[in-house]
């Protein structure tokens, strides 16, 4: 079997598995802040991509907006 060649660990085993005032994703009003959505409940393309997302929107404003995910 082939040995695998790994690097030099980047944390400590002792380590804290969190860091105060580090934001979770699911604590409550997380949803609302999140870049890319609407009041409404919609969203664009900000929400999926981060890669120049203007270019992602629909060309047309009537037309809808179909997230990937």
Do not use: F, Q
Request: no cysteine.
């Amino acid at each position: 079997m082939a040995r695998i060649r790994v690097g030099r660990p980047d944390v400590r085993p002792d380590a804290p598995s969190h860091v105060r005032g580090i934001r979770e994703g699911n604590e409550p009003g997380g949803y609302e802040k999140t870049p890319g959505l609407r009041p409404d409940g919609t969203a664009t393309a900000r929400r999926s991509t981060g890669i120049n997302p203007g270019a992602r929107d629909p060309i047309d404003p009537s037309m809808p907006n179909l997230p990937p995910a």
